[in-house]
């Protein structure tokens, strides 16, 4: 069965720290793992990563791809209250019914992060 | 300002009773997503349609129908067949009718409870 598995589901930090996000993954013929942070409502497009190897960056946030290991992780430096959020890890790959792709997400981290 | 409308924001249903959640964009985009998110869960698809008048089932689709008569919306009705429809439901779009490989755009989403 496909799935995509977060940790740690939850985390709180001091500003200032530096945080790592983990995903790792058992998806049918990979497409592409792409990060999203959700706040309070709507989530947000962060990276989308398709390469092993090749960091993605921005700002403060960097991201990068295993696909032999099947995993990614996000990083998060001089964390600040704005960053508090869930961050969603989603996989895109193979829609086994339709043969079509579908992309499906994991539980998410919860950060939180203190003044 | 392009973007992804849900409709309403918060949504009461008594039991037996159909509901229809609005869901409409103007970003000129082929495919169109609902998901359902739980506390604690990632993200599950409900329903995608890659093209106007086409869609799929996702993974939970059980208890929901849509339709996608014009390009620019996909509403979802909530029959009274699922037995547990509170949660919070958020529609999405996408360039094209690749999921696996683009970022999608999400709506505020809409907060569905059972009187």
């Known amino acids: 069965e496909d799935k995509v598995v977060q940790s740690p589901l939850s985390l709180v930090v001091h500003e200032g720290d530096t945080v790592t996000l983990n995903c790792s993954y058992e998806v049918t013929n990979f497409r592409s793992l792409l990060w999203y942070k959700q706040e309070k409502k709507a989530p947000t497009f962060l990276f989308m990563l398709t390469s092993s190897g090749i960091e993605k960056k921005s700002g403060r946030l960097s991201s990068i791809l295993d696909k032999k290991e099947l995993f990614s992780i996000l990083n998060i430096t001089a964390t600040q209250t704005g960053d508090s959020a869930i961050y969603l890890c989603?996989?895109?790959?193979?829609?086994?019914?339709?043969?079509?792709?579908?992309?499906?997400f994991g539980a998410g981290t919860r950060l939180f992060v203190k003044a | 300002d392009g973007g992804i409308t849900q409709s309403p924001k918060y949504l009461f249903r008594k039991e037996g009773q159909n509901v229809t959640l609005s869901c409409e964009q103007n970003?000129?985009?082929?495919?169109m997503y609902w998901y359902r998110q739980d506390p604690g869960q990632g993200l599950r698809l409900i329903y995608y349609?890659?093209?106007?008048?086409?869609?799929q089932k996702g993974d939970i689709a059980e208890g929901y129908s849509v339709s996608r008569e014009k390009k620019e919306s996909f509403p979802l009705t909530v029959t009274s067949a699922q037995k547990n429809p509170t949660a919070f439901y958020l529609c999405a779009s996408s360039i094209d009718g690749g999921p696996g490989n683009q970022p999608q755009h999400f709506g505020d989403g809409t907060r569905l409870s059972i009187l």
């Open positions: 349609s890659q093209i106007v008048n086409d869609f």
């Open positions: 970003l000129n985009h082929d495919a």
């Open positions: 989603a996989v895109g790959g193979l829609d086994r019914n339709t043969g079509g792709f579908k992309t499906i």
